[in-house]
Protein backbone atom coordinates (compact mmCIF):
# COMPACT_ATOMS: atom_id res chain seq x y z
CA UNK A 1 0.00 0.00 0.00
CA UNK A 2 1.26 3.43 -0.99
CA UNK A 3 1.56 5.55 1.60
CA UNK A 4 1.12 9.59 0.97
CA UNK A 5 3.57 12.02 2.22
CA UNK A 6 2.16 14.83 4.61
CA UNK A 7 3.80 18.37 3.21
CA UNK A 8 4.62 20.28 6.14
CA UNK A 9 3.61 23.83 6.92
CA UNK A 10 5.03 27.25 5.34
CA UNK A 11 4.86 29.87 8.44
CA UNK A 12 5.20 33.34 7.49
CA UNK A 13 5.33 36.47 10.10
CA UNK A 14 5.13 39.98 9.78
CA UNK A 15 5.01 42.55 12.73
CA UNK A 16 2.19 44.74 12.29
CA UNK A 17 1.99 47.17 11.51
CA UNK A 18 5.09 47.14 8.81
CA UNK A 19 6.72 50.73 8.93
CA UNK A 20 6.27 52.83 5.65
CA UNK A 21 9.78 53.20 5.59
CA UNK A 22 10.15 49.34 5.22
CA UNK A 23 7.62 48.93 2.48
CA UNK A 24 9.34 51.92 0.27
CA UNK A 25 12.46 50.09 1.05
CA UNK A 26 10.90 46.90 -0.13
CA UNK A 27 9.70 48.69 -3.20
CA UNK A 28 12.77 50.15 -4.32
CA UNK A 29 14.73 46.67 -3.75
CA UNK A 30 12.05 44.44 -5.85
CA UNK A 31 12.07 46.82 -8.66
CA UNK A 32 16.48 46.56 -8.52
CA UNK A 33 16.30 42.97 -8.30
CA UNK A 34 17.94 41.52 -11.50
CA UNK A 35 16.12 38.86 -13.52
CA UNK A 36 15.81 35.52 -12.33
CA UNK A 37 17.98 33.47 -14.69
CA UNK A 38 17.35 29.68 -14.71
CA UNK A 39 20.84 28.06 -14.74
CA UNK A 40 19.86 24.68 -13.69
CA UNK A 41 18.33 21.52 -15.58
CA UNK A 42 16.99 18.23 -14.12
CA UNK A 43 14.84 15.72 -15.51
CA UNK A 44 12.35 17.60 -17.99
CA UNK A 45 12.54 20.97 -15.98
CA UNK A 46 14.92 23.89 -15.35
CA UNK A 47 14.99 26.04 -12.38
CA UNK A 48 17.43 28.76 -10.47
CA UNK A 49 19.98 26.95 -7.85
CA UNK A 50 20.59 29.29 -4.76
CA UNK A 51 23.52 30.99 -6.17
CA UNK A 52 21.31 32.53 -9.09
CA UNK A 53 18.60 33.22 -6.54
CA UNK A 54 20.81 35.14 -4.57
CA UNK A 55 22.99 37.30 -7.81
CA UNK A 56 19.26 38.18 -8.41
CA UNK A 57 18.32 39.84 -4.87
CA UNK A 58 21.20 40.39 -2.82
CA UNK A 59 22.93 43.41 -4.14
CA UNK A 60 19.40 44.94 -4.03
CA UNK A 61 18.71 44.15 -0.99
CA UNK A 62 21.81 45.70 0.06
CA UNK A 63 21.65 48.86 -1.15
CA UNK A 64 18.01 49.40 0.11
CA UNK A 65 19.29 48.50 3.90
CA UNK A 66 18.39 44.77 4.02
CA UNK A 67 20.10 42.19 5.48
CA UNK A 68 19.21 37.99 5.05
CA UNK A 69 19.97 35.65 7.20
CA UNK A 70 19.11 31.53 7.05
CA UNK A 71 19.53 29.73 10.20
CA UNK A 72 18.21 26.17 10.69
CA UNK A 73 16.20 25.34 13.71
CA UNK A 74 13.48 22.65 14.98
CA UNK A 75 10.20 22.94 17.07
CA UNK A 76 7.03 20.86 17.89
CA UNK A 77 6.80 20.91 14.00
CA UNK A 78 10.10 19.52 13.11
CA UNK A 79 13.65 20.79 11.33
CA UNK A 80 13.07 24.12 9.21
CA UNK A 81 15.21 26.70 7.47
CA UNK A 82 13.83 30.23 9.00
CA UNK A 83 15.01 32.95 6.37
CA UNK A 84 14.75 36.60 7.94
CA UNK A 85 14.88 39.86 6.18
CA UNK A 86 16.19 42.61 8.46
CA UNK A 87 15.74 46.12 7.32
CA UNK A 88 17.77 48.91 9.40
CA UNK A 89 14.60 50.91 10.24
CA UNK A 90 14.46 47.37 13.18
CA UNK A 91 11.78 46.31 10.75
CA UNK A 92 11.90 42.34 9.55
CA UNK A 93 10.02 39.80 7.88
CA UNK A 94 10.92 36.33 8.52
CA UNK A 95 9.80 33.14 6.55
CA UNK A 96 10.16 29.37 7.89
CA UNK A 97 10.11 26.41 5.45
CA UNK A 98 10.26 22.88 7.07
CA UNK A 99 12.12 20.13 6.20
CA UNK A 100 11.22 17.08 3.95
CA UNK A 101 14.55 14.65 3.72
CA UNK A 102 13.64 11.87 1.48
CA UNK A 103 17.71 10.42 1.86
CA UNK A 104 18.70 9.53 6.09
CA UNK A 105 22.29 10.65 5.94
CA UNK A 106 24.22 14.22 5.22
CA UNK A 107 23.40 14.30 1.57
CA UNK A 108 19.73 14.20 1.93
CA UNK A 109 20.07 16.54 5.13
CA UNK A 110 22.06 18.72 2.48
CA UNK A 111 19.82 18.31 -0.01
CA UNK A 112 16.79 19.54 1.98
CA UNK A 113 18.55 22.24 3.71
CA UNK A 114 19.31 23.88 0.12
CA UNK A 115 16.15 23.58 -1.01
CA UNK A 116 14.50 25.19 1.84
CA UNK A 117 16.92 27.92 1.79
CA UNK A 118 16.01 28.27 -2.25
CA UNK A 119 12.15 28.73 -1.99
CA UNK A 120 12.35 30.64 1.66
CA UNK A 121 14.42 33.43 -0.12
CA UNK A 122 12.34 33.07 -2.90
CA UNK A 123 9.43 33.69 -0.98
CA UNK A 124 10.77 36.62 0.77
CA UNK A 125 12.50 38.35 -2.18
CA UNK A 126 9.06 37.79 -4.41
CA UNK A 127 11.33 36.42 -6.89
CA UNK A 128 10.48 33.04 -8.98
CA UNK A 129 12.07 31.18 -11.92
CA UNK A 130 10.14 27.89 -11.62
CA UNK A 131 8.40 26.57 -14.32
CA UNK A 132 4.29 26.95 -13.91
CA UNK A 133 2.86 23.06 -13.86
CA UNK A 134 0.15 24.36 -12.53
CA UNK A 135 0.52 22.52 -9.04
CA UNK A 136 0.68 19.25 -10.77
CA UNK A 137 4.42 18.15 -9.12
CA UNK A 138 2.91 19.16 -5.78
CA UNK A 139 -0.09 17.01 -6.48
CA UNK A 140 0.58 13.74 -8.27
CA UNK A 141 -0.03 10.84 -6.83
CA UNK A 142 1.27 7.76 -8.50
CA UNK A 143 -1.62 5.77 -10.17
CA UNK A 144 -2.32 2.22 -10.00
CA UNK A 145 -4.10 0.64 -12.81
CA UNK A 146 -5.77 -3.48 -12.28
CA UNK A 147 -6.65 -4.93 -15.20
CA UNK A 148 -10.04 -6.90 -14.29
CA UNK A 149 -11.63 -9.14 -17.28
CA UNK A 150 -15.18 -9.33 -16.84
CA UNK A 151 -17.25 -12.75 -17.68
CA UNK A 152 -20.48 -12.86 -19.04
CA UNK A 153 -22.82 -14.76 -16.43
CA UNK A 154 -22.80 -18.28 -17.02
CA UNK A 155 -26.69 -18.55 -16.34
CA UNK A 156 -29.93 -15.89 -17.39
CA UNK A 157 -30.31 -13.35 -13.78
CA UNK A 158 -33.67 -13.93 -12.68
CA UNK A 159 -36.35 -12.09 -11.64
CA UNK A 160 -35.50 -8.78 -13.74
Known sequence: MATTIQPKPVATKVKAPVAKTYIEA?????????????????????????????????????????????????????QYVETKLLHVSGESFSSKVYLYVSKPDMQGL?????????????????????????GKRATAFPTTHVNKSVSPPTSPVRGL
Open 26 to 78: MISAQAAMSPLIKNKTAHKYSYADLGALYEACKLAFLENGFCILQTNDADDQG
Open 110 to 134: GSAITYARRYGLMSISGLSAEEDDD
